[in-house]
């Protein structure tokens, strides 16, 4: 037996927050399709926000740039906010691709994009601060709970792509303290409009102005856009920055190379933010060790610099995602138009299709009942918004293309019609 088998009660040990602290719904789910997968079931899995390397592996170069890193010896502490070649490369990066000029001085690496997220909430909120969140959305929860945040959970609609209105927002403004918002959205893989976002900024400029005025202190949004670079063709990613240059001094930039390279292993990640906030996120990456490595570091450099390299890759990695989601999304609607209760959002960027089924009142309460009838009856692994703060029971679901086939997800969709036809 092990040493460490014993256990006391946890309240005499652990915090307060650490006692209450849930663990991901996601990766319960995915636990629950490894036990069955198992037993011998074969699942087509559309759970997690990760990659089947045969299908998706990472850059070819990238790989080939890691491993002559440390050959090259390369294998010593990065700096704390990562090695000067990849903060120029990604300064440029932002220049080219995004419009903005932001300089090496706002670019903070580290390992993903969870740490700079967490970090964000770490420099920005104090207890009892009002924060804001709009549903469905991934992990600000665990973080307002972490940080005993007075979080807002702000429901969206399917007809706004499940993204905040200008609205919305303005709504919150005379109290909150930092807003965040997810583009291209994990769930939902949808983007937020150009005007809406261009409003949003403008919105919080306009009370900043009036903050300072009076001596508050100034509303920040946390902007992630970790698969900005998985944008589906017809679409556009914008920055708020780019669109309101005067709220640069009130946006965190959350970033990596994760899902457009596949890389979520590589754990590579950044924030561009205000220079004058850089040395503070520096200093907590650099006091956590959440510093990407070296080796990394520099590969992606390299690919960063390399446009060519870079563009060649994604155009081949965008052609996969988007012929997996397409598949989902013209086989929800050839049920749909069948008369079956599904419906989907068009694919408009990330690796994540929104999937409905409206089977709420009709032999089922709950979106975990649904799920777990789609788990046991069509074999497909599904994640209900449920696991990203939504509170209602709507019938959303999130299927996620990086781990299966086009043929697997065939399988899948005659599977889950089946299912339904028996049910209603």
């Keep these: 037996m092990s040493i460490f088998k014993q256990a006391i009660a946890l309240d005499r040990v652990a915090t307060p927050t650490a006692a209450t602290l849930k663990g991901s719904m996601i990766l319960g789910i995915a636990a629950q399709v490894r036990k069955l997968q198992a037993s011998g079931k074969s699942i087509c899995n559309l759970t997690v926000g990760d990659f089947r390397p045969e299908f998706f592996p990472i850059p070819e170069v990238l790989a080939e740039q890691v491993l002559k890193a440390y050959q090259d010896g390369q294998t010593n502490y990065p700096p704390s906010d990562g090695v000067p070649v990849l903060r120029e490369a990604i300064a440029q990066l932002y220049k080219d691709e995004l419009d903005i000029d932001c300089g090496i001085e706002a670019v903070c690496v580290a390992s993903g994009a969870r740490p700079p997220l967490f970090s964000s909430w770490m420099l920005l909120v104090e207890p009892g601060d009002v924060t804001c969140s709009f549903l469905p959305a991934w992990n600000n929860g665990y973080y307002a709970h972490m940080f005993h945040a007075d979080h807002r959970f702000v429901p969206t609609t399917a007809e706004n792509n499940f993204h905040p209105t200008a609205a919305q927002v303005e709504e919150l403004l005379p109290v909150v303290k930092m807003i965040a918002i997810n583009s291209p959205l994990n769930p939902t893989g949808t983007v937020i409009d150009k005007e809406e976002l261009r409003a949003i900024a403008t919105l919080i400029v306009e009370e900043n102005k009036k903050r300072e005025s009076k001596g508050e202190k100034a509303v920040m949004l946390q ?202």
């Design 223 to 424: 902007y992630d856009q970790v698969y900005w670079m998985l944008t589906e063709e017809g679409y556009e990613h914008y920055s708020p920055v780019s669109l309101v240059p005067e709220i640069a001094p009130y946006v965190i930039h959350i970033d990596a190379i994760s899902k457009a390279f596949a890389a979520t292993g590589l754990r590579v990640g950044w924030s561009v933010l205000p220079h004058y906030l850089q040395p503070k996120m520096k200093a907590l990456i650099g006091h956590m060790g959440a510093w990407a490595a070296r080796p990394e570091q520099i590969a992606t450099a390299w690919l960063l610099n390399h446009p060519e390299e870079r563009q060649k890759y994604l155009t081949g990695m965008k052609q996969r995602i988007s012929e997996r989601l397409n598949t989902l999304y013209q086989g929800i609607l050839s049920m749909k138009q069948e008369g079956l209760p599904v419906d989907a959002i068009s694919p408009q960027g990330a690796i994540y299709l929104s999937f409905h089924v409206g089977l709420i009142g009709r032999g089922f309460s709950t979106n975990e009942e649904i799920r777990n009838w789609l788990l046991e009856e069509a074999h497909v692994a599904v994640v209900p918004f449920q696991a990203f703060d939504l509170r209602s029971d709507t019938g959303w679901f999130r299927m996620s293309v990086g781990a299966a086939s086009v043929s697997e997800l065939g399988g899948a969709l005659e599977r889950i019609r089946s299912a339904i036809l028996k049910t209603i």
